[in-house]
């Protein structure tokens, strides 16, 4: 038996016979000559060392093992083409993994709306996510442990690239007691400050701080928490004031009193790493985000 030679359409040409049993039908359904047919099974056996048809003037019929190779070429066929399916799904993106690490507090906002886009449009991609600090998230990036990290500040990082970039406003936080009425950022300079420790996000807490210099002060930090929902329990608990962006009101919108203050706002960035292979469903996920967060880079 020598199997050299013998080729995918080989196959297919003998599972089309073998179905119609008529050499004449399975040359019109292959869309070829009924001699080049003939002389492919013909090629097939003499390969297999074997029969697999048998044919009079009036019938053609299978051998017992033109049965048994016409099961097993058909599951062949449709694991080759399921294969090569998956493989075509790799390479445009829509099948494998892709990993996104974020800032608890984007997920307050309209990001899982774009994942929930995403994984619609994408089913057969393993979409995997992780909730980080930013400092955690320029590390999984610049490791390649996360394709693509949503962080907020404008630092810049010598190992990624921001791949989309848009405004996000900041809110002021104060206590339910606070004065009513309208709220400038100046108004704040003389509260004392909850926040969290600069190492946790240092982009976003100099980005921060920036804003307040900006408007004439330095916020005194008389206490850190690590976690936002920390955070605004303790300005509800009369520890002081804070900043944050806007979608942490919906963490817990009764507990503390949200201002929206004018012009002052935070960065979101997407970054990737500079270096190293790139996923093709990067683009894909990056098209969602652009669809709905903007255009600007």
Known sequence: MDLNGIELSHLRYFVAVAEELHFGRAALRLHIAQPPLTRHIQLLESRLDCRLFERTSRSTRLTPAGELLRDRARAL?????????????????????????????????????????????????????????????????????????????????????????????????????????????????????????????????????????????????????????????????????SLAPQSIQNLLPKAARYVQLPKAVTTVRIIGRKTGAANPAIENFLKVCRDHFGQSR
């Open 77 to 241: 066929l449709a694991e080759t083409s399921l294969t090569f399916q998956t493989i075509r799904r790799a390479a445009n993106g829509e099948e494998g993994q892709l990993t996104v690490a974020t800032a608890p507090s984007l997920m307050l906002g309209d990001l899982p709306k774009v994942i929930r886009v995403f994984r619609r449009k994408y089913p057969h991609l393993e979409f995997r996510l992780h909730e980080m600090a930013t400092s955690a998230i320029l590390q999984s990036v610049t490791t390649g442990t996360a394709d693509l990290g949503f962080v907020r500040g404008r630092d810049k990082d010598p190992h990624v690239d921001a791949h989309l970039t848009w405004p996000d406003p900041l809110v002021a936080i104060v206590p339910n007691d606070f004065p009513k009425g309208p709220l400038g950022l100046a108004q704040l300079r003389d509260h004392p400050f909850v926040f969290f420790p600069r190492h946790i996000g240092p982009s976003l807490y100099d980005e921060v701080m920036a804003v307040c210099r900006r408007a004439g002060f330095t916020p005194t930090v008389t206490q850190e928490a690590r976690q936002w929902s920390s955070i605004v329990s303790l300005v509800s608990a009369g520890m002081g004031v």
